[in-house]
């Protein structure tokens, strides 16, 4: 089987804190040692990094993604996603700073009810206004409703300087937003499990080119997400632009 080199946009981790994700020991290890460890093993070279905690609470963002920065400092295989509240005016003033750093691909957003629990559309114009006005780019995990996407999707064309990924490519409704807007700014990944779909990979490159998909674990088996790339039922250029060229092009500051 072929070596693909592969860079990992969408990952998350434990380290000890009260709002890490749920631990099941053996079964799903995910600190930090785990990952860089798994990933060294595949040739995933690089690997764009939140913390659960700064997803599954509010309480610490700003604490977790400063501590996130220092431990990037040392580790080269690690690059940093800063979360943003658009409730947490700190957030956004954190974010300003640290995107000035080399090994930061943008700011994640994540609304979700069970995470953040606040409705995206309405701060939706302030995230991409502050990431517009920066020229850089928003992960986000989609809304629970995905006619949503659609909407949001639509909005991005007043903010051509930015660019979206809609994260955890999962169903057409991801295929007809990468394709909404006129500014062509918005890309997907195939992190999580909806990716396990028989044939959401293939299509989306049928529909929307691979130059807008990116790799992604979202912490699910590395081993497990890196096949379903490898053995896709696409061509081998297609292949090379998800799991590496599309992150280069896209997130050229940190290569």
């Not at 903010?159 to 997907?188: F, Q, R």
């Not at 691979?210 to 790799?215: G, Q, T």
């Amino acid at each position: 089987m072929k070596q693909f080199t592969a860079i990992d946009v969408h990952c998350h981790f434990n380290h000890g804190t009260q709002h890490d994700s749920p631990n099941r020991g053996i079964l799903s290890p995910c600190d930090l040692e785990f990952l860089r460890q798994e990933r060294a093993r595949m040739s995933v070279v690089k690997t764009g990094m939140c913390s659960f905690a700064s997803l599954l609470s509010t309480e610490d963002i700003v604490v977790e993604n400063s501590y996130l920065a220092e431990i990037a400092k040392t580790q080269d295989w690690l690059l940093q996603w800063v979360v943003v509240d658009p409730r947490q005016k700190q957030t956004f003033s954190q974010a300003r700073e640290l995107l000035k750093n080399k090994n930061v691909l943008g700011i994640k957003v994540h609304s979700h009810s069970v995470c953040h629990n606040y409705t995206f559309h309405d701060y939706a114009d302030e995230i991409f206004a502050f990431a517009n006005e920066l020229k850089t780019v928003v992960l986000m995990h989609p809304e629970e409703n995905p006619d949503n996407m659609l909407k949001t999707a639509l909005l991005t064309d007043k903010y051509p300087d930015m660019k979206l990924i809609l994260a955890h490519l999962g169903s057409t409704e991801w295929v007809d937003a990468i394709c909404a807007p006129h500014s062509g700014n918005i890309y997907t990944d195939t992190s999580g499990s909806a990716s396990t779909q028989n044939n959401i990979l293939e299509y989306a490159v049928e529909k929307v080119g691979a130059k807008k998909i990116l790799f992604g674990t979202d912490s699910y088996s590395c081993a497990f997400q890196l096949g379903r790339v490898v053995f896709a039922d696409i061509t081998e250029e297609d292949k090379k632009l998800i799991l590496s060229e599309n992150a280069k092009s896209i997130f050229k500051r940190c290569f």
